[in-house]
């Protein structure tokens, strides 16, 4: 019987962005750039790439669609998964659904966010679009409850009821 070694991927010690930007331009040119909805305007770039919680997380904007990623980060050492599994990660605001993808040896998460891109995004929209999905997606949710009152008698007869 013979077993296959599955080993761990290393995470990356410096930003993966000029990596996936070089991956996902070849794919662009070699297997997308004649499809109806390739949007030839827009451009094959990584936004906002940032270490959180010890993981590179960014966004991915390319002529035909959008999508958060998280790769590992500095250190880390991510067991190897099956491509397209889903994983589920729990964000500041929210839970985000996110897929196992690998593409040249390099393995990442992907969530995607818009598939294909809307027909009517300029290219300073879209590149905006993608920044701003990442400060979204590790912003702090807003709560529109009021605070609770404290209604103790002390708190009344000191006049801290808040």
């Not at 962005?17 to 030839?40: G, K």
């Not at 099956?82 to 196992?100: C, D, Q, S, W």
């Amino acid at each position: 019987m013979c077993s296959e070694l599955i080993h761990d991927i290393t995470g990356h010690e410096i930003s993966p962005a000029a990596l996936l930007e070089a991956q996902f331009l070849q794919v662009a040119r070699q297997n997308m750039a004649d499809l109806p909805f390739y949007r030839r305007h827009i451009p094959v770039r990584a936004c906002g790439f940032r270490v959180y919680e010890d993981q590179w997380f960014g966004a991915m904007l390319t002529p035909w669609m959008m999508e958060l990623m998280v790769l590992p980060g500095p250190g880390q050492q991510w067991p190897r998964r099956p491509v397209g599994e889903r994983i589920g990660l729990e964000f500041p605001t929210g839970n985000l659904a996110f897929r196992v993808g690998e593409m040249a040896g390099l393995h990442y998460l992907a969530c995607s966010l818009m598939s294909p891109l809307d027909a009517h995004l300029s290219a300073e929209q879209a590149l905006a679009l993608a920044e701003n999905s990442v400060t979204l997606a590790l912003s702090l949710p807003v709560r529109e409850e009021p605070p609770a009152v404290n209604a103790s008698r002390r708190a009344l007869l000191r006049g801290k009821v808040a």
